[in-house]
């Protein structure tokens, strides 16, 4: 079973849909979770981080439900220039420095 | 500020041949990351180094890969030799020494290599 586990997708909505993407992870000792953005032959970037408690950042919402071990961005009123891979990250326990990526959600949203 | 820089942009090369990637991190960070991502395994991480040592290189495929970084600002990535399941997008990334938890990091553009 891989770490990090992701729906590839495509996701193809409309401009001004909601869409979300949930993402799994297997080590229930993991400890920071993130979601970075990947434009095509592009290098990732940091969208934002994730916390217990679910954060909000304009139209995107993150939300972690540790019982389950899932993650979800959830992404309101749609952009053409939200078309992009969505990248589920995980910090895997609390002494290490590694991350591992999930290997993307691509997005693409249609006029 | 400058952001990651890796070189070259873009490599071809044929098989057996050595391959050096070259990766300058953002100024004051202490960690240096090489990762590889192909479509079918996406981003997986080689090795990191923190404050210029190596931390972890169980990511490293085998011993045709070696990594260095011989100072805060300088990090090496070398094949040899190359092979075509080589062929994937290097990046580098940097990040600073934080809070337990703060783990941006920031990325490179990346080497695209294409081992014939």
């Known amino acids: 079973r891989k770490e990090v586990e992701q729906d590839p997708g495509p996701f193809n909505v409309p401009e001004g849909a909601t869409v979300a993407f949930n993402c799994t992870y297997s080590?229930?000792?993991?400890?920071?979770f993130f979601w970075y953005r990947q434009d095509c032959r592009k290098e990732p970037k940091l969208l934002m981080s994730?916390?217990?408690s679910g954060n909000e950042d304009g139209r995107f919402t993150a939300q972690l439900n540790r019982a389950s071990q899932y993650i979800s961005l959830l992404i309101r009123d749609s952009k053409l220039s939200d078309s992009a891979t969505y990248l589920c990250?995980?910090?895997?326990?609390?002494?290490?420095?590694?991350?591992?990526f999930g290997t993307g959600t691509r997005l693409q949203v249609f006029p | 500020d400058a952001g990651v820089i890796q070189s070259p942009r873009h490599e071809v090369t044929e098989m057996g041949q050595e391959v050096t990637l070259r990766c300058k991190p953002i100024?004051?960070?202490?960690?240096l990351f090489w990762y590889r991502q192909t479509m079918m395994r996406g981003l997986e991480l080689l090795i990191y180094?923190?404050?210029?040592?190596?931390?972890?290189d169980s990511g490293m495929p085998e011993d045709r890969f070696s990594a260095k970084m011989p100072n805060a600002s300088f990090s090496t990535l070398k094949i040899q030799p190359s092979e075509p399941r080589d062929s994937a997008v290097y990046f580098c990334?940097?990040?600073?020494?934080?809070?337990?938890?703060?783990?941006?990091?920031?990325f490179g553009p990346g080497t695209r290599l294409t081992v014939l």
């Open positions: 990334a940097s990040r600073r020494q934080g809070a337990q938890g703060y783990n941006e990091q920031f």
């Open positions: 080590n229930s000792a993991s400890q920071s």
């Open positions: 994730v916390y217990s």
């Open positions: 990250v995980v910090n895997p326990r609390h002494n290490t420095d590694k991350l591992i």
């Open positions: 100024s004051g960070h202490d960690y």
């Open positions: 180094f923190n404050n210029n040592v190596p931390i972890d």
